[in-house]
């Protein structure tokens, strides 16, 4: 009997060992970094009333990582698209800032997909004809006022876009991290609207 105890002692030990404890790695999430694949248009620092704030992305499947060409959507297993998030804040005193929300409806959507609530969730869709994924998202500036835009607000890295791939079950997903041309060191793209 004691042998016995041993060997399960032995196999519940080794089971352990081998166990996961990376989330990246349980969840098989790979990065890469891409540059200026978001931009802010048109990149003015001022805005007239009525004028949207325009967010677009534009990026091939095919991307050069580490001198070898990529195929983003076959490595996600065919993701259909990418997404990220950004905040719109308009400067209420010295030190406050209050989110700007639109309905969806008011959204001047080109191409891809968006909600806007706290913050706007951008979903770059996959375009199989130009065979990148795409996103042109105008926001409708409707106040006079001081605004910022800043784009790590679901993450950590506040002077970067992070875009994440939306994969299927049990493939591949992909975290693009991005810079962005025109923001500040704290992050943000400061604009007036007149």
């Known amino acids: 009997m004691t042998k016995f105890r041993y060997i399960f002692l032995l196999i519940i030990a080794l089971s352990l060992t081998n ?5 990246d790695g349980f969840y098989n999430t790979v990065y890469i970094d891409l540059d200026n694949i978001v931009t802010i248009e048109p990149h003015s620092t001022t805005y007239a009333v009525g004028e949207n704030l325009r967010i677009m992305a534009d990026f091939s499947r095919f991307q050069n990582e580490n001198g070898q060409q990529l195929d983003i959507y076959t490595t996600t297993g065919g ?8 905040v719109i804040e308009r400067q209420a005193s010295t030190d ?8 969806d409806s008011q959204l001047d959507i080109d191409e891809g997909d968006a909600q806007n609530g706290s913050y706007v969730y951008g979903r770059c869709i996959y375009n199989s004809t130009s065979q990148s994924f795409k996103y042109n998202v105008g926001f409708p ?8 835009v800043r784009f790590g607000y679901n993450s950590e ?17 992909l975290d693009i991290n991005s810079t962005i041309v025109g923001l500040n060191g704290g992050g943000y793209y ?4 007149n």
């Not at 406050?96 to 309905?103: F, K, R």
């Not at 994440?164 to 049990?170: E, F, I, V, W």
């Not at 400061?190 to 609207?193: D, E, H, I, S």
């Open 79 to 86: 993701a259909s698209e990418f997404n990220f998030s950004y």
């Open 19 to 23: 166990c996961d404890t990376d989330d």
């Open 96 to 103: 406050v800032w209050n989110v700007v929300t639109v309905l």
């Open 190 to 193: 400061n604009f007036t609207v």
């Open 141 to 148: 500036l409707l106040t006079a006022g001081t605004y910022r």
């Open 157 to 173: 890295n506040s002077t970067n876009v992070i875009l994440r791939s939306n994969s299927a079950p049990g493939k591949l997903i």
